[in-house]
């Protein structure tokens, strides 16, 4: 799959750190450098727009190492960029440690997964079909 990209950052293209990889790393894009206090929340630029076509979008995920290591994830995660929507691709980032966390241009700060989706519509009914599950929900499985 081939997806148009516009980079205004000085960063390379997102990119795959393995061959078998499902997300691209993507790296800050700022004039200075941010200093992210313990349970501060900042949009991070990124300098990149993305063309995708109709029933595909980008996600926006945490990197596991940043989320073990530093306490630092992506607050609406996954986030959602649109086939529609032309802006620059933002990460909102959340520090959930104790200690301040610095963020320079091109530090490694998110994943970005391309996946397909499916465009609904909904039908009205008076019932469902019965399932083995039923109603039970919130952990109504148990942890073992």
């Keep these: 799959m081939i997806i148009k990209v516009i980079n205004k950052s000085s960063n390379p293209l997102p990119a795959y750190e393995s061959p078998l990889s499902a997300g691209m790393d993507i790296r800050a894009f700022l004039n200075n450098k941010i200093i992210l206090k313990p ?11 993305v063309q995708l076509a109709k029933n595909y979008e980008a996600q926006v995920r945490p990197r596991s190492g940043l989320a073990l290591k530093k306490g630092i994830t992506v607050l609406n995660s996954p986030g959602t960029i649109d086939a529609d929507y032309r802006g620059e691709i933002g990460v909102i980032l959340i520090n959930l440690s104790n200690e301040n966390f610095e963020i320079k241009s091109g530090d490694r700060i998110a994943q970005l997964i391309i996946s397909k989706h499916e465009t609904i ?3 009205i009914a008076d019932s469902l079909s019965d399932s083995n599950r039923g109603k039970k929900g919130f952990g109504s499985t148990g942890i073992k």
């Excluded at 349970?39 to 727009?49: D, F, P, S």
């Design 121 to 123: 519509q909904w039908e």
């Design 39 to 49: 349970l501060a929340r900042k949009l991070i630029n990124t300098g990149l727009y």
